[in-house]
């Protein structure tokens, strides 16, 4: 049996205390934002389980021997136009302010990127003014009738050359696919402007988690209605210990057992290197879109704000083997999730929610706020029901009767999504063969 109780989780309650009202399956924003929010808001016992030894998910981030903060699953960088999310986070961390900033290795120089008035001026030695680099980018664009693939969408905003420079050669290593191959919505979030913004990001909110997104998420789950147990994949124990609803945060394709096939995804393998020297690169990230293996490079300490006499660093090498860790946005990959996702809906007791369960290439903010919609769906759905006692009065009967029928309807479910008061009436029986604690 896996880890029990991160820091700050509460210890597991006895057995006899009954079953969970929620299994949430992934530790990271999707599983820790409606693990604290059922916990919180409804009260409802939550079973946290995540294959593994952390919490987090892919934001999980951690020490490392020389005493940096680092990214182990890649940079994270926060940001968001909503509010709400931002107000919700609030109340687990504080901030510190970071505006990302990325430079691309093109033609033996650092340019700013997204693409801005700088990086044109740097790169063709001009002196364009904003206005006339609007001229410019519309003399450079290519006229399509359609924009359907990611260098439909660039070459018609930018043209071909800073296509080929900037971004051809990096997708390809990104995604082992040539643009041309996939969505425009994969270039579609970066952006051209004809300013000198080199910010990465114009969100409303840009800031990191002060003392780092583990510490974050510590505090989420730190209510004592949740349990946690790490290094546990839920298929060793949904079927025993008993529950009534799971959120499932996981690959939707490995819920089925990829009955359709497997969803494509991309991976990376990282390469961490601590470094005896303060700095390492002027900003935070720099892309190498047509030199090396590896698409970019990050500095952590930009991101932290650390101060530490050595640095670490991390190299991105795309793969296809490993964690999955991006969907790949294809039409037929869309159509694969479809039947997959219609699968998820004939699931009353299961919630498919986060990057992976909706096959969709969220950013942190967004799956946080695709969290935050679901508690609101579930919370009728889900809020505790009355306890039954024996000897209730007659006036009390009509009531009694209705919620008993509605019980014994639920009864019909598999275990995994038993009724919790059944459980609940019945203690012991509920653990019995259990290797939990
Ligand atoms: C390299 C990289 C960089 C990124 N950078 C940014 C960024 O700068 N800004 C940003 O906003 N977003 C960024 N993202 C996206 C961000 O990581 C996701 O939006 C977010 O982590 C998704 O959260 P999630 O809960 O949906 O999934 P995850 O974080 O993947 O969590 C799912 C969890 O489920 C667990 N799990 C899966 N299957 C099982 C199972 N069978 N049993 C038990 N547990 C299971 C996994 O171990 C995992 O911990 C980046 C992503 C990557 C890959």
């Known amino acids: 049996m896996g880890q029990l109780n991160a820091p700050g989780a509460a210890p597991l309650r006895p057995a006899a205390a009954g ?32 294959k593994r030894p952390h919490i987090g998910g892919n934001a999980h981030d951690r020490y490392d021997d020389a005493g940096l903060l680092v990214h182990p699953y890649g940079p994270h960088i926060f940001h968001t136009n909503s ?26 120089q650092l340019l700013p990127m997204p693409i801005n008035l700088d990086t044109v001026n740097r790169l063709y030695g001009m002196t364009l003014t904003a206005l006339e680099m609007e001229g410019f980018l519309a003399s450079m664009a290519e006229k399509l009738e359609s924009v ?13 050359d800073l296509y080929n420079k900037f971004f051809r050669n990096y997708t390809r290593k990104q995604w082992g696919l040539d643009p041309s191959e996939l969505d425009a919505s994969v270039t579609a979030r970066v952006p051209t402007r004809c300013n000198r913004d080199d910010r990465y990001f114009t969100d409303t909110y840009q800031a990191m988690p002060r003392a780092g997104y583990t510490r974050m998420f510590e505090r989420m789950l730190a209510h004592p209605n949740i349990k946690l147990m790490l290094n546990t994949d839920y298929r060793e124990i949904e079927h025993l210990i008993p529950w009534r609803h799971m959120i499932y945060t996981g690959p939707i394709d490995a819920y089925f057992n990829y009955r359709h096939g497997r969803l494509p995804y991309r991976s990376l393998r990282f390469e961490h290197v601590t470094l005896p020297q303060e700095h390492f690169q002027p900003v935070g990230t720099v892309n190498f879109p047509n030199d090396y293996a590896y698409t970019r490079t990050t500095e952590f300490k930009h991101l932290t704000g650390q101060q530490h006499t050595q640095t670490s660093v991390v190299y991105e090498f795309p793969c296809d083997e490993g964690d999955p860790y ?7 990959n869309t159509e694969l999730y479809r039947l997959y996702q219609a699968e998820a809906e004939r699931l009353p007791n299961v919630s498919f929610v986060g ?4 096959y969709k290439y969220y ?5 946080v706020a695709q969290a935050l919609t679901t508690f609101k ?7 505790p029901e009355p306890v039954l006692v024996a000897g209730v009065a007659a006036a009390d009967a009509a009531p009694l009767a209705a919620a008993r029928s509605a019980n014994d309807a639920a009864a019909a479910l598999p ?19 259990s290797s939990a604690p």
Not at 377 to 383: D, M, R
């Open 415 to 433: 275990v995994n999504g038993a009724p919790v008061r059944a459980l609940r009436e019945a203690p012991g029986a509920a653990f019995q063969g």
């Open 148 to 160: 359907k693939t990611s260098e439909d969408m660039v070459v018609s905003k930018v043209g071909r």
């Open 19 to 50: 079953g969970f009202d929620v299994l949430v399956v992934g530790a990271g924003f999707a599983g820790s934002v409606l693990a604290e929010r059922l916990a919180s808001q409804l009260g409802l016992r939550v079973l946290v389980c995540d």
């Open 355 to 358: 990057r992976l369960a909706t």
């Open 83 to 108: 509010a709400e999310v931002f107000d919700y986070l609030s109340q687990f961390t504080e901030w510190r302010p970071y505006q990302h900033r990325v430079l691309a290795s093109v033609d033996g």
């Open 326 to 332: 991006y969907p790949v946005p294809r039409p037929q």
């Open 377 to 383: 769906k579930l919370k009728a759905e889900l809020s």
């Open 363 to 367: 950013n942190m903010d967004q799956v």
